[in-house]
């Protein structure tokens, strides 16, 4: 059992930053793929951006919302994975959650394990 806590969200200002962080409590994480996802007050959830395990060629993707604006990086000394929200805007207001599959490929990359989630409200 693999068990995630998100930490870092917050309010922001549009234009602002935040970075969030998917951390576990033992090396494991580092074998996952980590997914980080968002849900909005009534929509559906959606993916945000996928890193590879430890063991793969460091592919990262993003979904098109947030492509140039965030960024997704592994701390593998400190089992965490981190993401990076530059340029924000309130659409990316959201409940944000990491979790930890076998792999970032694929339309929808299977994930095993979630976290409870962290709130982002980007708002003036």
């Known amino acids: 059992q693999l068990q995630l806590v998100e930490s870092g969200g917050g309010f922001v200002e549009p234009g602002g930053s935040l970075r969030l962080s998917c951390t576990a409590a033992t090396f494991t994480l580092n074998y996952y793929a980590i997914g980080w996802f968002r849900q909005a007050p009534g929509k559906e959830r959606e993916g945000v951006s996928c890193?590879?395990?430890?063991?793969?060629?460091?592919?990262?993707d993003y979904a098109d919302s947030v492509k140039g604006r965030f960024t997704t990086s592994r701390d593998n000394a400190k089992f965490t994975v981190y993401l990076q929200m530059d340029r924000m805007i309130p659409e990316d207001t959201a409940m944000y959650y990491c979790?930890?599959?076998?792999?970032?490929?694929?339309?929808?990359?299977?994930?095993?394990?979630w976290g409870h989630g962290t709130l982002v409200n980007v708002s003036a």
């Open positions: 890193i590879s395990d430890i063991n793969s060629d460091g592919y990262s």
């Open positions: 979790a930890a599959g076998p792999s970032c490929h694929g339309t929808q990359p299977r994930m095993d394990y």
